[in-house]
């Protein structure tokens, strides 16, 4: 059975989506350790703690094998005798032609017509004019006239600097405000805040696998609580629940979810951790 986790409809085993809202069901598979059932995108069995992502296919070895191709090999071609016959003194009779082979012609000289010569070019330099000197006449410098003390100038009063009266700060936001999960203890009113930036939150009891982000062996009758109980999932905006194989379960709004399912929570959700409502949490945002 699967219980839808927006309307906590139950499903029967292999359903897709939910037969009451039509919602898509979650996913589950099998623990490849224990066999139990736990949900696609878990990261840890809940019932024996076996990490789900360390289980990768081997690759497949294809061995690569060459073909076996037959190479041809051409028969070597005999030479033509009548080839050989056509050729001069193929049969060494004539001795004059074996002393004195034909020596092969030389070829005609070819002449270069040289280019001629250009006639040398004559450049004439004209020696440039000397410039007359200049005779630079004196000017008599006149007398400097008297020069007139100045006024005195009227002192001007200064006026008074008013006074500038701040105006008070408007009121503004230097950051924007983070929602923060809580999770409140109905037995004792004590608030506990999920870590912001954890995006799985663990709920259970002090152990040597998966130590617990929200640690409740100091609250009462949290020997119903299991050492790994249930995880609490961040995804964008919204917070999700499942339990991850604890031994007396997890209730929502008191209906169970079973194990591999998952809840949406939303603020005034009742979270009971074990049977009797002896552990319980109402989730809040703030």
């Known amino acids: 059975m699967i219980v839808c986790p927006n309307c906590n409809h139950p499903n029967p085993d292999g359903a897709v989506q939910c037969e009451a809202c039509y919602t898509p069901l979650p996913a589950t598979s099998n623990c490849p350790n224990c066999g139990a059932t736990v949900q696609s995108d878990a990261a840890f069995c809940g019932q024996c703690g076996f990490n789900l992502h360390s289980v990768a296919a081997p690759a497949a070895t ?6 076996d191709v037959p190479v041809e090999v051409p028969p070597l071609a005999n030479p033509d005798p009548l080839l050989e016959l056509l050729q001069p003194n193929a049969l060494g009779l004539d001795p004059v032609a074996n002393e004195n082979p034909p020596a092969p012609a030389p070829l005609p000289p070819t002449a270069v017509a040289a280019p001629p010569s ?5 450049v004439e330099v004209t020696p440039a004019p000397t410039p007359a000197p200049v005779v630079e006449a004196s000017i008599p410098t006149p007398p400097p006239e008297p020069v007139a003390p100045p006024e005195p100038v009227p002192a001007v ?3 008074a600097p008013e006074t500038v009266v701040a105006a008070p700060p408007s009121p503004a936001r230097t950051q924007l405000q983070q929602i923060t999960a809580r999770l409140v203890h109905v037995q004792s009113d004590r608030e506990i805040e999920l870590p912001p930036s954890l995006s799985v939150v663990h709920i259970g009891k002090p152990n040597d696998r998966i130590p617990p982000d929200v640690d409740v062996s100091g609250f009462a009758n949290s020997e119903i609580v299991s050492r790994v109980h249930a995880d609490i999932r961040l995804e964008g905006d919204a917070h999700y629940i499942e339990d991850v194989g604890s031994s007396n379960g997890t209730y929502i709004n008191n209906l169970p979810l079973l194990p591999g399912n998952r809840h949406r929570l939303r603020p005034g959700d009742r979270i009971s951790l074990g049977k009797g409502d002896l552990v319980t949490f109402l989730f809040k945002l703030a």
């Open 157 to 159: 009063e200064a006026p």
């Open 118 to 122: 250009a006639p040398p070019v004559v």
């Open 62 to 67: 294809v061995a690569t094998v060459a073909p």
